[in-house]
């Protein structure tokens, strides 16, 4: 592919960014309408856990406390804390309020929908690329993490931005977007080995330089802040606290362990495929087999350029990263974790369709595309198959639900105590809703009442037993949307004191 099948007469610059205004009015909708809406999924510890400790204790240390100490808020180990420390820093200037993650999203959504505009007008023809724009970035996973002010959106556009930066050859923009991307998690950490290869590639194809002692030193230069800041984190939580990922006492311990045979390692790339194309991404790796089988009957000869080559490097990198975890850990399987190579791989597909149809094609292409992906927030399996809810804008009743759950609670005079729940519910409730109290809701089933939502994934077992009404009885179910959250008897519980079960 050549530079000059991307240029040429009739071309509309603003189409793009009359594209990247109408993404940024739906973003800001969707801000609006999570202003108030309580930390969600993974948030409640990689934002507000972390910030609460930061702020009750003025930043005292940079390292939070570890996992055997027993408290409530402790650090995640391998994934620095920035995220926590900028939440922190903001609540002491505007107060501790839920609005303040919410409306922090929106820079980065902001810095999103640039990089990614920017990067377009690179790697896209202008007639085209305010088409493309909306499928790269209203994917309902997208949308999710910006709903929710999850520190994955602030990944996702660094990422983009370091990536534009390569491209660019800006090395100040790589520089302050390495720093962000390294210290936000650990996926980050590592991403960043892979952006230091693309860069170095791509000054060898592109600029045509040789590769030398001296080309690796000028290019490791802007990666230097961020390998350092790092690495200092990294030493000291290693020195003080032991090597990250052999902690028993982690809560994600678990998912750091080996399969177990072969049969774990086919069901981890099932997961890993099923994350791939759902909620309707399928609709991007049929367009890239058709661009495969296009090019084959026409017997095209392709000449790449530069950056289709840095491109495709990107996404075979991010896709062997990912892939190496599916077949080493049992850790779960998230769409989020792969908004970037999502995104790398639309550009590179639409990049690709560019040479063998016209525009007006493309654009139909690409509205087809969006209408595929807006329908993914309504992507549904069995309650017994896991569902990526932080993924999916079809989590939204889950807001409500759990209020209504809670007030049902309080209004019955069942004491909190009493009272267990699956992910998403269990848990001291300050850190969610950041409410001036300790509301706390035990794990497993021991207790005598239960928290049942879909929204928990729980296990095949626990979906069996309370259905089984000799176990479970159900007193109150409360719906809307996808979602059930129900309140659970557990008739077998004793009461203390007593050596018989509820009748």
């Given at each position: 592919?050549?530079?000059?099948?991307?240029?040429?007469?009739?071309?509309?610059?603003?189409?793009?960014?009359?594209?990247?205004?109408?993404?940024?009015?739906?973003?800001?909708?969707?801000?609006?309408?999570?202003?108030?809406?309580?930390?969600?999924?993974?948030?409640?510890?990689?934002?507000?856990?972390?910030?609460?400790?930061?702020?009750?204790?003025?930043?005292?240390?940079?390292?939070?406390?570890?996992?055997?100490?027993?408290?409530?808020?402790?650090?995640?180990?391998?994934?620095?804390?920035?995220?926590?420390?900028?939440?922190?820093?903001?609540?002491?200037?505007?107060?501790?309020?839920?609005?303040?993650?919410?409306?922090?999203?929106?820079?980065?959504a902001?810095?999103?929908?640039?990089?990614?505009?920017?990067?377009?007008?690179?790697?896209?023809?202008?007639?085209?690329?305010?088409?493309?724009?909306?499928?790269?970035?209203?994917?309902?996973?997208?949308?999710?993490?910006?709903?929710?002010?999850?520190?994955?959106?602030?990944?996702?556009?660094?990422?983009?931005?370091?990536?534009?930066?390569?491209?660019?050859?800006?090395?100040?923009?790589?520089?302050?977007?390495?720093?962000?991307?390294?210290?936000?998690?650990g996926?980050?950490?590592?991403?960043?080995?892979?952006?230091?290869?693309?860069?170095?590639?791509?000054?060898?194809?592109a600029?045509?330089?040789?590769?030398?002692?001296k080309?690796?030193?000028?290019?490791?230069?802007?990666f230097?802040?961020?390998?350092?800041?790092?690495?200092?984190?990294?030493?000291?939580?290693?020195?003080?606290?032991?090597?990250?990922?052999?902690?028993?006492?982690?809560?994600?311990?678990?998912?750091?362990?080996?399969?177990?045979?072969?049969l774990?390692?086919?069901?981890?790339?099932?997961a890993?495929?099923?994350?791939?194309?759902?909620?309707?991404?399928?609709?991007?790796?049929?367009?890239?087999?058709?661009?495969?089988?296009?090019?084959?009957?026409?017997?095209?000869?392709?000449?790449?350029?530069?950056?289709?080559?840095?491109?495709?490097?990107?996404?075979?990198?991010?896709?062997?990263?990912?892939?190496?975890?599916?077949?080493?850990?049992?850790?779960?399987?998230?769409?989020?974790?792969?908004?970037?190579?999502?995104l790398?791989?639309?550009?590179?597909?639409?990049?690709?369709?560019?040479?063998?149809?016209?525009?007006?094609?493309?654009?139909?292409?690409?509205?087809?595309?969006?209408?595929?992906l807006?329908?993914?927030?309504?992507?549904m399996?069995?309650?017994?198959?896991?569902?990526?809810?932080?993924?999916t804008?079809?989590?939204?009743?889950?807001?409500?639900?759990?209020?209504?759950?809670?007030?049902?609670?309080?209004?019955?005079?069942?004491?909190?105590?009493?009272?267990?729940?699956?992910?998403?519910?269990?848990?001291?409730?300050?850190?969610?809703?950041?409410?001036?109290?300790?509301?706390?809701?035990?794990?497993?089933?021991?207790?005598?009442?239960?928290?049942?939502?879909?929204?928990?994934?729980?296990?095949?077992?626990?979906?069996?037993?309370?259905?089984?009404?000799?176990?479970?009885?159900?007193?109150?179910?409360?719906?809307?949307?996808?979602?059930?959250?129900?309140?659970?008897?557990n008739?077998?519980y004793?009461?203390?004191?007593?050596?018989?079960?509820?009748?």
């Open positions: 592919m050549t530079g000059k099948s991307l240029r040429g007469p009739g071309i509309k610059p603003g189409s793009l960014n009359i594209s990247m205004l109408l993404v940024a009015l739906v973003y800001a909708a969707t801000i609006a309408i999570s202003l108030d809406k309580c930390y969600f999924w993974d948030n409640v510890q990689f934002t507000s856990k972390e910030a609460h400790w930061y702020y009750s204790n003025n930043f005292t240390s940079l390292l939070l406390p570890g996992f055997s100490e027993g408290l409530e808020m402790f650090g995640s180990g391998c994934h620095p804390p920035l995220p926590g420390i900028m939440t922190a820093l903001l609540w002491k200037v505007l107060g501790q309020h839920i609005w303040v993650s919410h409306l922090f999203t929106a820079f980065w902001a810095l999103l929908i640039y990089s990614t505009g920017r990067l377009l007008k690179i790697t896209l023809p202008q007639e085209s690329a305010g088409f493309v724009l909306p499928v790269l970035l209203l994917d309902s996973t997208i949308l999710s993490q910006i709903f929710i002010a999850s520190p994955d959106l602030m990944l996702l556009a660094s990422f983009i931005t370091a990536v534009v930066a390569v491209f660019e050859r800006k090395r100040w923009l790589l520089t302050m977007a390495l720093i962000f991307l390294v210290l936000i998690n996926r980050g950490a590592a991403t960043s080995g892979i952006v230091l290869i693309l860069y170095l590639v791509h000054q060898v194809i600029d045509k330089r040789r590769f030398t002692l080309l690796f030193i000028s290019a490791l230069l802007p230097i802040p961020a390998f350092t800041l790092a690495g200092f984190y990294y030493i000291l939580y290693i020195t003080r606290y032991g090597w990250i990922f052999n902690d028993p006492a982690s809560p994600w311990y678990s998912g750091w362990q080996k399969p177990e045979g072969l774990q390692i086919l069901k981890n790339i099932a890993f495929c099923l994350r791939l194309g759902e909620n309707g991404r399928f609709i991007i790796y049929l367009t890239g087999i058709y661009l495969l089988t296009a090019s084959a009957r026409k017997k095209l000869k392709r000449v790449f350029s530069s950056t289709d080559l840095s491109l495709a490097l990107l996404f075979g990198m991010l896709f062997l990263f990912f892939f190496y975890f599916v077949l080493t850990t049992t850790a779960a399987m998230t769409s989020r974790y792969y908004m970037g190579m999502f790398i791989l639309g550009v590179l597909i639409f990049r690709s369709l560019a040479v063998i149809l016209p525009v007006r094609k493309i654009k139909i292409i690409a509205v087809a595309s969006l209408v595929f807006l329908t993914g927030n309504l992507w399996y069995p309650d017994k198959i896991s569902k990526a809810w932080d993924a804008l079809a989590h939204l009743p889950y807001y409500e639900l759990r209020h209504e759950c809670f007030d049902y609670i309080k209004n019955n005079n069942i004491n909190f105590a009493q009272v267990s729940g699956g992910f998403c519910f269990m848990g001291n409730q300050r850190y969610v809703d950041l409410e001036d109290r300790d509301l706390r809701i035990s794990e497993g089933t021991e207790n005598r009442y239960y928290i049942y939502s879909n929204i928990s994934n729980p296990g095949d077992k626990l979906i069996d037993d309370l259905k089984d009404s000799s176990k479970w009885s159900s007193i109150r179910t409360f719906r809307k949307g996808f979602l059930t959250v129900s309140l659970y008897e008739r077998l004793a009461l203390p004191g007593e050596d018989t079960a509820i009748k």
